[in-house]
């Protein structure tokens, strides 16, 4: 039960993360992607197989 709650308050912080990373990206680039969601979605994709590779490194079955 526990490691659920980890994962999941893991995940919306990953969310969050994710969109702080785009908006500086675009922000530096000065306009906003024509993809942003297909970007939005390569950020997220790498920081939770990091993180959850890290967890289950944390939490062992």
């Not at 908006?23 to 024509?34: M, N, Q, Y």
């Amino acid at each position: 039960m526990t490691e659920a709650l980890v994962f999941l308050a893991v995940a919306v912080a990953l969310y969050w993360l994710s969109d702080r990373i785009l908006l500086r990206i675009e922000a530096a680039r000065g306009a906003p992607f024509e993809s942003r969601t297909l970007i939005f979605f390569a950020i997220l994709l790498t920081l939770a197989l990091a993180s959850f590779w890290a967890l289950g490194r944390l939490f062992p079955p």
